[in-house]
């Protein structure tokens, strides 16, 4: 028996092939760092579709994985020293990822820790923020008649939106080559669409921005990861 066969996960989402890396997910725009990252890297890997209710995220099974009940989560069985690894939080798993393919986070210390930079950007400051004016834009919180919390996560997202415009300013790519923190801000740039709140945060008044969304969507492996696990 496997490390994976073993795992407690394994009885509601049973590996297929548990001598690779195993990915329990669903395509949100955390989601789909993962997958998206596992594509560019040409890794090896099985993906489980993990419903976004309790029954799945908060089941005993699930959170034996991840216990903050939250997708993506990993097993990866040949971890360091050929040990198995279990990781949650899309930005660690971006890292860890990058680091056993040596692809997408550079190796030049000062050029990673602007990289790893970035990626907190998002983890910390677009993440929150464009899923917060969803839930107020879009969602549950739309409902409500005081229109102060919409209000400012509308201001909030489109200062983001602003300082990564200035970061793309005469580059293709947040760090001038695709790194690892595209994979993470990108996603969630294309969830404005999905929250029909493009034209609320006049989306068009970032063409940086604009053009740096086209970029990342006609990468083939971004065509592929973000359908990864497919929702149907």
Do not use: C
Not at 44 to 69: C, I, Q, R, W
Not at 133 to 158: C, H, M, N, Q, S
């Amino acid at each position: 028996m496997s490390f994976v066969t073993n795992h407690p996960i394994n009885a509601r989402w049973p590996a297929q092939n548990p001598d690779i890396l195993q990915l329990y997910s669903f395509p949100t725009p955390n989601g789909v760092k993962a997958s998206i990252m596992l594509e560019e890297t040409g890794l090896a890997y099985e993906a489980h579709k993990v419903m976004l209710s309790d029954d799945e995220v908060k089941s005993v099974e699930f959170t034996s994985l991840n216990p903050n009940g939250k997708i993506p989560a990993i097993i990866d069985p040949d971890g360091p020293g050929g040990a198995p690894v279990e990781l949650f939080e899309s930005g660690a798993i971006l890292i860890y990822l990058a680091e056993k393919t040596g692809k997408l986070l550079s190796v030049d210390p000062l050029t990673r820790y602007q990289t790893i930079q970035w990626l907190m950007f998002q983890m910390g400051g677009i993440g929150p923020m464009f899923g917060q004016l969803g839930f107020f834009y879009k969602f549950a919180g739309a409902e409500i008649e005081d229109k102060r919390p919409v209000e400012r996560y509308l201001g909030e997202t489109r200062r983001l939106l602003g300082v990564l415009d200035g970061a793309l300013e005469g580059k293709d790519w947040v760090m001038g080559e695709f790194s690892i923190a595209d994979i993470a801000i990108a996603p969630w740039v294309r969830a404005l669409d999905f929250y029909e709140a493009t034209d609320a945060v006049g989306f068009d008044d970032f063409e940086n921005v604009d053009e740096y969304l086209d970029r990342f969507l006609e990468r083939p492996a971004v065509k592929r990861g973000l359908n990864i696990p497919p929702r149907d």
